[in-house]
């Protein structure tokens, strides 16, 4: 609300400000709904590791990203 407000401003770089309130806490609530929804069909509380969260990165977000991608040494995928 800070943002949308003018209170704050969106920051890049080492600052995590932007990462928190535009992706992080959203992501958050979200996935805290979507685990209540399901425990009320299943009429039981989920267990830590039922929910699980996928994210990804582009590598077509910006130049500097896809060859920060490239240079990391990524683990492989797990089938």
Do not use: W, Y
Request: one cysteine or more.
């Amino acid at each position: 609300m800070g943002m949308v407000g003018g209170r704050l401003i969106a920051s890049v770089g080492a600052n995590t400000k932007c990462q928190q309130l535009m992706k992080a806490t959203p992501l958050e609530r979200v996935k805290k709904a979507i685990a209540r929804e399901i425990s009320t069909d299943l009429g039981r509380k989920l267990a830590g590791d039922e929910l699980v969260s996928l994210i990804g990165t582009r590598f077509d977000e910006s130049a500097q990203r896809a060859r920060m991608m490239n240079s990391v040494e990524r683990a492989p995928v797990r089938q």
